[in-house]
């Protein structure tokens, strides 16, 4: 026969629990831990969603009108640091106050572990976050990836041999003095344009030269008007370029930024969570209940 036990809660109430029913129990209670992480879950998915809304969102947020963009940079970092340490410590709070003490250890004791279950809920949630952000990346992925292959492969049709690395180098073997039809020109330009790309993005004097040539001969252009084009089109090429560069920049200061922040939350939202399931089984242990806002109706 299991041997009964009666013992004194903080809050004065006898409870009567059997050896036997201890003994089989575990320490970890995990309803109140699944009931922690879904209302954590709910409560960060409302307030993202609600921040993507209003443009509070890393992922192609833009700035409004008359706001710079660092401006709303650091407004979407406070809203997920807000926002992912308040739904963690509501989840850990819920976890702390519906956990079964069982009353075989002191409060320091039982406090420790009201904390470590917080911990669980802000794990759990965690994970299921990254489950589903991972998701979202891949499909993200696969998604840029079929359209950048779509877009090769209409390149590849639209000039054939364009992609041959060798193809600008055997062009300069061939250039002659005599016009070319419109169509090659183009092919040509569009090459002598590819490999100045994958330098500093300077045109050679040799291929400037011979581009106001093959302008002048394709336009019915005068020498030095054919040369002030190519010259206007060699610029706009090195501006599109250097927008490039810097866009690739920020892009990678941003996803470098944005993961320190995510790693930032992620732990101070566990301290959060220990911290706010302590106070839920504290409030549980003294029966404090808040009759203003939970009152009956």
Same mark, same amino acid.
């Given at each position: 026969?299991?041997?009964?036990?009666?013992?004194?809660? !903080?809050?004065?109430?006898?409870?009567? #629990?059997?050896?036997?029913?201890?003994?089989?129990?575990?320490?970890?209670?995990? !309803?109140?831990?699944?009931?922690?992480?879904?209302?954590?879950? $709910?409560?960060?998915?409302?307030?993202?969603?609600?921040?993507?809304?209003?443009?509070?969102?890393?992922?192609?947020? #833009?700035?409004?009108?008359?706001? !710079?963009?660092?401006?709303?940079?650091?407004?979407?970092?406070?809203?997920?640091?807000?926002?992912?340490?308040?739904?963690?410590?509501? +989840?850990?709070?819920?976890?702390?106050?519906?956990?079964?003490?069982?009353?075989?250890?002191? #409060?320091?004791?039982?406090?420790?572990?009201?904390?470590?279950? +917080?911990?669980?809920?802000?794990?759990?949630?965690?994970?299921?976050?990254?489950?589903?952000?991972?998701?979202?990346?891949?499909?993200?992925?696969?998604?840029?990836?079929?359209?950048?292959?779509?877009?090769?492969?209409? $390149?590849?049709?639209?000039?054939?041999?364009?992609?041959? !690395?060798?193809?600008?180098?055997?062009?300069?073997?061939?250039?002659?003095?005599?016009?070319?039809?419109?169509?090659?020109?183009?092919?040509?330009?569009?090459?002598?344009?590819?490999?100045?790309?994958?330098?500093?993005?300077?045109?050679?004097?040799?291929?400037?030269?011979?581009?106001?040539?093959?302008?002048?001969?394709?336009? +019915?252009?005068a020498p030095e008007e054919a040369t002030?084009?190519?010259?206007?089109?060699?610029?706009?090429?090195?501006?599109?370029?250097?927008?490039?560069?810097?866009?690739?920049?920020?892009?990678?200061?941003?996803?470098?930024?944005?993961?320190?922040?995510?790693?930032?939350?992620?732990?101070?939202?566990?301290?959060?969570?220990?911290?706010?399931?302590?106070?839920?089984?504290?409030?549980?242990?003294?029966?404090?209940?808040?009759?203003?806002?939970?009152?009956?109706?």
């Open positions: 026969m299991a041997r009964a036990t009666v013992t004194e809660a !903080p809050s004065g109430v006898a409870v009567v #629990e059997t050896a036997g029913e201890r003994d089989k129990s575990s320490y970890v209670d995990w !309803p109140a831990i699944i009931a922690g992480i879904v209302l954590a879950s $709910a409560i960060s998915i409302l307030f993202l969603s609600f921040g993507s809304a209003v443009g509070l969102s890393f992922v192609g947020f #833009e700035a409004r009108e008359g706001a !710079p963009a660092w401006l709303i940079a650091i407004a979407a970092a406070s809203w997920l640091l807000w926002t992912q340490i308040s739904s963690f410590m509501v +989840g850990g709070y819920l976890t702390g106050r519906l956990r079964r003490r069982a009353l075989d250890a002191t #409060e320091e004791e039982s406090d420790m572990r009201d904390g470590a279950h +917080g911990l669980l809920v802000w794990a759990g949630a965690a994970v299921i976050g990254a489950f589903f952000a991972l998701a979202g990346l891949t499909t993200a992925v696969n998604t840029v990836g079929a359209a950048a292959a779509t877009v090769t492969e209409a $390149a590849g049709n639209a000039a054939e041999g364009s992609i041959d !690395p060798n193809a600008y180098f055997v062009d300069t073997l061939f250039r002659t003095e005599q016009p070319t039809d419109a169509t090659t020109a183009r092919a040509e330009a569009g090459r002598i344009f590819a490999q100045a790309a994958l330098g500093d993005g300077t045109v050679p004097d040799a291929d400037r030269a011979y581009l106001a040539t093959l302008v002048a001969a394709n336009t +019915g252009l002030a084009r190519v010259d206007e089109v060699i610029g706009n090429v090195q501006v599109a370029r250097e927008q490039a560069i810097d866009a690739a920049r920020i892009a990678r200061n941003t996803t470098v930024i944005g993961a320190f922040i995510v790693a930032a939350a992620l732990l101070v939202s566990a301290i959060g969570a220990y911290w706010a399931a302590q106070k839920g089984g504290d409030h549980r242990d003294r029966n404090l209940y808040f009759a203003d806002v939970f009152r009956r109706f």
